[in-house]
């Protein structure tokens, strides 16, 4: 999972600091408003962010999901469940 539901409608999720999550959201229609960025190390960031439309928000990180590792990012998988696991500390 690469992502976690605060609220309704308010969500952190896991994504590189080049932002490929940007273009899922243009590619998919999906209104996104980013409240803040986490920066936690060179490669990935946690963000937070707000939609009114939870489905669509949801497939696309399921597809920011699939696409990591055919942009090279194998570790994104591990990398999202050890974020998540030391954010919860």
């Not at 994504?15 to 273009?23: C, L, Q, R, W």
């Not at 899922?24 to 936690?40: H, L």
């Amino acid at each position: 999972m690469n992502f976690l539901e605060l609220k309704s409608g308010k969500f952190i999720f896991v994504d590189t600091v080049k932002h490929y999550s940007s273009f899922i959201f243009a590619k998919t229609d999906t209104p996104v408003k980013i409240d803040k960025f986490y920066n936690t190390d060179n490669i990935y960031q946690f963000i937070g962010c707000r939609t009114k439309d939870i489905r669509k928000f949801k497939e696309a990180m399921r597809i920011l999901e699939e696409n990591m590792e055919i942009l090279g990012y194998d570790d994104y998988p591990r990398v999202c469940k050890r974020m998540f696991q030391e954010l919860k500390v």
